[in-house]
C-alpha cells in the first residue's frame, strides 16, 4: 500500500490496514510531514510498522519513481486537494494504466465541493452532527476517525473486486456518528446518564427495561423501575440518583457494577485509555 496522506484521518486508515497485513509505505514530500514536529508521539503511533521513502512529485523525476512503485502496489491512498494529482499527471486514470487492479481511494471534505478546505469541526458542521451536539466541544476528531475506517474498508472493498477509484468524504463519514437517531441519549433519560460520585464521577447506560430493572433491584429502590410518564418525573429520578451516586467514589461504583452485571464505569482521563487498536486476535 502507498500512503500519501498527511495528519490524521489518511495515517490512521493506513495504521489499520497494517494491521490487517498490509505492507504500507509512506510517500512523504521534501519537506516531510509536520505531524511529526507538531505532535511526534502522535505521528509515531500512526506510522508504527510503516516504511517510508520521500519523493518530490512535483519533478519529473518524483513522479516517475511513483509509478514505478505504483505498478506493484495494491491500493493507493491520498488525501490532496481534488485535482491535485491530475495537475501533476497522476490522476486515476494515469495510473490504472500502469496497474489496472489498483485500488485508488481519496479523502476529501465533502461530496459537493471536494476541493474545499477544512477541518474535523467543519466536517462536523456540514455533517449535522456539531447541531446535535448542542454547543458541546467534541473534544475528538470524530469526522477524521470515521474517515479513516471508511477509507479502509473502501480499500478491502476495492481490492475485493479487482481495483477501482474510491472517494470518501470526511463530513459524510462524521454523519454517520449520528445514525440511527434515538431519543433519550441527550441526557434526559435517567438510565443513561453522567452522574458526579463522591470522587469522581460515574456513567450509567441502563438503557434496556430488564438491564434498568436488574439496576433498580441491585440499587435496593426497585420503586425506580416504575414507569415515568413526563419529564418530571424523569428529573425528580434524576436527583434522586445524584444523591445515591455521591455516597461512593467513581472506582467503587464501577466494582458494584461489575458485580451485579450491569453498564457503569467510572469516567476515566482520556490519558488513562490505552493507545491501541481496539481489537486482538484469537
Not at 500500500?1 to 498527511?6: A, E, I, N, Q
Not at 513522479?63 to 481534488?82: G, H, P
Not at 453498564?263 to 482520556?270: D, H, T, W
Amino acid at each position: 500500500m502507498l500512503d500519501l496522506t498527511r495528519l490524521l484521518p489518511g495515517p490512521l486508515a493506513g495504521r489499520v490496514l497494517e494491521r490487517l497485513g498490509f505492507e504500507v509505505l509512506r510517500v512523504l514530500p521534501p519537506a516531510g510531514d509536520d505531524l511529526a514536529r507538531w505532535r511526534p508521539e502522535a505521528h509515531a503511533w500512526l506510522n508504527e510498522g510503516k516504511q517510508a521513502v520521500t519523493l518530490d512529485l512535483k519533478s519529473a523525476r518524483g513522479r516517475a519513481e511513483l509509478l514505478e512503485l505504483v505498478r506493484d502496489a495494491a491500493v493507493l491512498l491520498e488525501s490532496n486537494r481534488a485535482g491535485a494529482m491530475e495537475r501533476l499527471g497522476l490522476g486515476y486514470p494515469v495510473l490504472r494504466a500502469q496497474n489496472p487492479r489498483l485500488v485508488y481511494v481519496r479523502l476529501a471534505g465533502h461530496r459537493d465541493d471536494p476541493a474545499a478546505p477544512g477541518h474535523d469541526l467543519t466536517y462536523l458542521a456540514a455533517s449535522g452532527l456539531l447541531e446535535r451536539l448542542e454547543g458541546a466541544w467534541p473534544h475528538a476528531q470524530l469526522a477524521d476517525v470515521s474517515g479513516a475506517l471508511w477509507a479502509a474498508l473502501a480499500a478491502l472493498d476495492g481490492l475485493r473486486r479487482g481495483g477501482g477509484f474510491y472517494e470518501v468524504y470526511l463530513s459524510e463519514a462524521a454523519g454517520a456518528f449520528g445514525y440511527p437517531p434515538i431519543p433519550g441519549l441527550d441526557g434526559s433519560n435517567p438510565a443513561y446518564r453522567v452522574y458526579p460520585a463522591a470522587t469522581g464521577r460515574v456513567a450509567l447506560a441502563a438503557l434496556e427495561p430488564h438491564l434498568w430493572a436488574r439496576f433498580c433491584e441491585a440499587a435496593g429502590r426497585p420503586d425506580w423501575a416504575a414507569p415515568r410518564t413526563n419529564p418530571e418525573d424523569d428529573a425528580a429520578l434524576a436527583r434522586e440518583l445524584e444523591a445515591f451516586f455521591l455516597t461512593r467514589d467513581a472506582d467503587a461504583w464501577e466494582a458494584w457494577g461489575r458485580k451485579h452485571g450491569l453498564p457503569l464505569r467510572a469516567v476515566r482521563p482520556y490519558r488513562e485509555a490505552p493507545l491501541e487498536l481496539p481489537w486482538r486476535r484469537g
